[in-house]
């Protein structure tokens, strides 16, 4: 027989969680930033593989993708991997709140003017199929282009569709323009999302490799696009 002495504590003063950040300085206009990223904080329970060790290990690449194959890009990209967001966004919304403005009264600051876009990875470990618009069809045709060279690997579908309970959601709430990939859910909401099967052995290789190629792609594209991407009218502040 086994016995387990389990102890659990909770902590009523607010806890310091840390976001990490990095970037390739933009060549051009380094002022204004794509961003890429996913949750670091992993679920309790199994190493938190695929929510979300997955999406940062792919944002990471796309940084690394980059810098190997030595592409200039005008903008700087940045890398974003977000504490606290398994409690509620609390990295991403934070790091928006500090940098882009308060969605409570829309009071907005300079940076908010200069991010063409984040890019978030956060719903298992399978192929990337396409992009969710989050409402905004401006970037269709956009979007469909960047897409076009990755048909022959399974991505070509654009929704309208708005996706919530992940980072992008802390841009969206700004008027910025935040974007979730669509995924294969593979055994995500059937098996490890928030389980003691969150490991490794669910994380398919040659998926997270379409992704990494996929995502930077976009973030390259971003990154050099003469003008900034169409935006959605600004949302009412949200007390």
Not at 90 to 108: C, E, Q, W
Not at 144 to 172: C, M, Q
Request: glycine letters at 8%; one cysteine or more; a neutral charge.
């Amino acid at each position: 027989k086994i016995k387990l002495d389990v102890k659990s504590e909770f902590f009523d003063k607010t806890q310091d969680a840390f976001n990490v950040i990095a970037e390739i300085k933009g060549s051009k206009r380094p002022d204004e930033v794509v961003m890429v990223g996913a949750h670091l904080d992993s679920w309790h329970g199994a190493t938190g593989a695929t929510d979300n060790a997955v999406g940062c290990a792919v944002a990471m690449e796309v940084l690394r993708i980059i810098k190997k194959l030595n592409l200039k890009t005008d903008r700087t990209v940045r890398l974003a991997l977000w504490s606290g967001e398994e409690q509620g966004l609390f990295g991403s919304r934070a790091y928006v709140k500090d940098h882009f403005g308060d969605i409570t009264t829309m009071k907005l600051k300079p940076e908010h003017d200069k991010l063409q876009a984040y890019f978030n990875l956060d719903n298992g470990a399978g192929k990337v199929r396409g992009v969710y618009l989050q409402g905004n069809d401006m970037l269709r045709p956009i979007f469909e282009a960047w897409l076009s060279p990755f048909k022959d690997y399974g991505a070509n579908t654009l929704t309208i569709r708005n996706t919530g309970s992940t980072d992008h959601v802390s841009f969206n709430s700004l008027g910025l323009n935040g974007f979730q990939f669509i995924q294969d859910p593979l055994e995500y909401f059937s098996t490890t999302h928030h389980s003691n099967m969150d490991v490794y052995d669910y994380v398919p290789k040659s998926d997270m490799m379409q992704a990494a190629a996929i995502i930077s792609s976009f973030v390259y594209h971003a990154s050099t696009r003469d003008e900034m991407l169409p935006r959605k009218p600004l949302p009412p502040p949200q007390p």
